[in-house]
DNA sequence: ACACAATGCGGACCGGGGTCCGCTTTGCAG
DNA sequence: CTGCAAAGCGGACCCCGGTCCGCATTGTGT
């Protein structure tokens, strides 16, 4: 368990009487564990509400399928779906949680060149390859489940990428603006942008890794 | 009248008996017009219902405005509404047209440094503050008129930007994959990412604008 | 074993976006 | 001026995401 979950803290507005949604996840980058302890009946229809929803993803796709019938699916209240995962993206972004920890695990503390040991700009080339696959494997569900505008940005597994991505410029481009460059960088694997260029344009995967590789180059002044 | 509307070509489904809204906006960059010729009381109904639109997003906060309430301020039906503006994000962004217009007309046939004249790298530095001094101005309102993932990228002024970049990226970056850097440079930009950065992380709007022409010239290789 | 917080449950309910279709208005042709 | 098709209108209607609150389930302390 290396991060953390997904769900940002519930409902943002003041001490709403509903008890928050997953962990506070008051978000100390790196560590920390989903499902502080549920308790019984709570981490059933969990399991049984994210097997559901997987199903009917699966089988009609992330935008055909309505919370009450993942509620119906999983035998329990639409109510019950909403207090466990806040709301739709919510429920969304708990289907991906696996896939984006395994990403997680491989560049915080993996093996090189995605993990610590290898040169911060061939970290860089390497995640961006990465994460552009990972992105493709489920796009569909990964596109269905960006949240609302306004949110894009707060959302835990946008921050730990943006957290790395800025720590390896840091290294690679001293001089530059990390935080914001890191923000351009990660705008290139947005996935809304992905399903954009490869479903709409029709450009293939591996020009979007090529593109990716060599806007590292422009940006640290490597070139390898 | 310089480019064009903003809607989208109204709704994406198959043969709609609906008729399409607003102009069918095949886009050809650069010219063509809105309001192809409507009706005498379609044409006054539209301005009724900007007016009030506008009337009401300024006295309340885009997002506390409802079509319903729209339509009643406009004395016309909800039915209205939608066949003339689409859906939702369709009438806010008619609400920034206007202003979107603008600076079309700048970049393309003004004054340099921002219009034609000046060395293309100049010129992008130019676009970059002028589109993010453009974007600060009613951040608000621009936020509230993203459309939906999906149509971010598809959408008129979002083309006619990304168009323009990568014109001027072809000329000052030959060898690089200008459509794909193009979007990249325009993420920079994304009313999305500066409501983050200036509300959530308290950035003053200098900093992304010399972000920017860092950036540009990181891109460029040029420098000033 | 029992009592009694605390935690969770569920489904009635609400509000707002978007659709539909029978009726009205417009404006052109004769 | 009149007739008539096309264009436009509007509000009842549907659907779905999200909320609320009285009731049921848990599990802990004694």
Redesign the pocket.
């Known amino acids: 368990m290396l991060y953390a979950g997904f769900m940002s803290a519930a ?1 943002p507005s003041a001490p ?4 928050p949604v997953e962990p506070p996840q008051l978000l100390q980058l790196g560590l920390g564990d989903d499902e502080p302890c ?5 981490a ?3 399991a049984r509400l994210l097997e559901a929803a997987a199903g009917l993803v699966a089988a009609r796709g992330a935008d055909a ?4 019938e993942v ?1 119906a699916a999983a ?6 779906v ?3 995962f ?5 429920l969304l972004m708990a289907l991906l949680d696996h896939g984006e920890k395994k990403l997680q695990a491989a560049f915080l503390s993996g093996p090189p060149p995605l993990g610590p040991g290898a040169p911060p700009a061939e970290r860089l080339r390497a995640f961006g390859r990465a994460a552009l696959r990972r992105t493709v494997e489920d796009l569909e569900l990964q596109l269905a489940a960006e949240p609302e505008a306004g949110r894009r940005f707060t959302v835990p597994p946008y921050r730990v990428r943006h957290h790395h991505v800025a720590l390896l410029l840091r290294q690679a481009a001293p001089d530059a603006d990390c935080d914001l460059l890191a923000h351009t960088l990660l705008a290139q694997l947005d996935p809304a942008l992905v399903h954009h260029l490869t479903h709409q344009c029709g450009m293939p995967a591996r020009r979007l890794e090529d593109a990716w590789t060599d806007l590292v180059d422009r940006i640290t002044g490597t070139t390898a």
Chains 1, 2 share one sequence.
Not at 16 to 19: R, V
Not at 86 to 90: A, E, K, N, S, V
């Open positions: 409902p709403t009487p509903q008890e549920l308790r019984a009946d709570a059933r229809n969990r399928v309505t919370m009450e509620a035998g329990v209240g639409k109510g019950t909403f207090r466990r806040g709301d739709r993206t919510g």
